[in-house]
Nanobody, 127 residues
Framework: QVQLVESGGDSVQAGGSLRLSCAASGLTFSSYCMGWFRQAPGKEREGVAVIYTGGGGAYYDNSVEGRFSISRDNAKTTVYLQMNSLKPEDTAMYYC????????????????????WGKGTQVTVSS
């Protein structure tokens, strides 16, 4: 059974930094696109960042480009999201995601499919 467990969320002031982690199990981690999504109260879930398999690079939503950095450690089966220069509008529940159910199900973001989610970690940025 696939498990995605996020951690690292906290309350910080604007301009601060946080590092989120997502520990994955139950899948051949190195073979999967991994992504971070977020959902603010009253808003739809949106894609934040994707990291591809191997050395294929990463993709970012325009709203976080230059401030956030996604990385992965295949040996630890963990994906990270380094968030710098945080803004109040970054306040949301952040979710780790991957594709467990195949190529036709779920959300398409950054040239990867996402249809399996962790339970999330809360990030709150105050002004």
């Amino acid at each position: 059974q696939v498990q995605l467990v996020e951690s690292g969320g906290d309350s910080v002031q604007a301009g601060g930094s946080l590092r989120l982690s997502c520990a994955a199990s139950g899948l051949t981690f190195s073979s999967y696109c991994m992504g971070w999504f977020r959902q603010a109260p009253g808003k739809e879930r949106e894609g934040v960042a994707v990291i591809y398999t191997g050395g294929g690079g990463a993709y970012y939503d325009n709203s976080v480009e230059g401030r956030f950095s996604i990385s992965r450690d295949n040996a630890k089966t963990t994906v990270y999201l380094q968030m710098n220069s945080l803004k109040p509008e970054d306040t949301a529940m952040y979710y780790c995601s991957t594709n467990v159910y195949g190529p036709s199900a779920g959300t398409w973001f950054g040239n990867c499919r996402f249809n399996y989610w962790g339970k999330g970690t809360q990030v709150t940025v105050s002004s």
